[in-house]
Nanobody, 124 residues
Framework: QVQLVESGGGLVLEGASLSVSCVAA????????MGWFRQAPGKEREFVAA????????YYADSVKGRFTISRDNAKNTVYLQMNSLKPEDTAVYYCAAKFDDQSLATLSRYDYWGQGTQVTVSS
C-alpha cells in the first residue's frame, strides 16, 4: 500500500513558474513508475508527465513538452514536477500517481495508487 500526498500548488500569473511535489509513504517507492496527471473543470483527467522507477526515462504530453520537467528523488520518496512558462490552459488539479512497474506510464488506467491532488491556477 502506498499513500501519495501532493503539495506546492497555488495561484500564479501567466508565464510564471511553479513546482509541485509528491511524497510517497509506504514501501517500495524505488520500484514504482510515477506519473503526474491533471484534470481541468469539465474535462477528463489527462496525462502530463511520467518518470521510470530508476529515473532513466521520462515522458511528457505534447502540451507540456519543453516547459515541464519531472524528476524524482528515491532517497526522499518524492517525485517533482517543475512547471515553467505556465499558461491559463495549465489550470487544473494536478494528481500524482504510482504504478508497480515502468510499463505504459502514460496510461491513466494502468496506475495503482493516486494522491488527492493539488490545485494549480494560472491567471492571465
Amino acid at each position: 500500500q502506498v499513500q501519495l500526498v501532493e503539495s506546492g500548488g497555488g495561484l500564479v500569473l501567466e508565464g510564471a513558474s511553479l513546482s509541485v511535489s509528491c511524497v510517497a509513504a509506504g514501501r517500495g517507492f524505488v520500484n514504482y513508475g510515477m506519473g503526474w496527471f491533471r484534470q481541468a473543470p469539465g474535462k477528463e483527467r489527462e496525462f502530463v508527465a511520467a518518470v521510470s522507477s530508476s529515473a532513466r526515462y521520462t515522458y511528457y504530453a505534447d502540451s507540456v513538452k519543453g516547459r515541464f520537467t519531472i524528476s524524482r528523488d528515491n532517497a526522499k520518496n518524492t517525485v517533482y514536477l517543475q512547471m515553467n512558462s505556465l499558461k491559463p490552459e495549465d489550470t487544473a488539479v494536478y494528481y500524482c500517481a504510482a504504478k508497480f512497474d515502468d510499463q505504459s506510464l502514460a496510461t491513466l488506467s494502468r496506475y495503482d495508487y493516486w494522491g488527492q491532488g493539488t490545485q494549480v491556477t494560472v491567471s492571465s
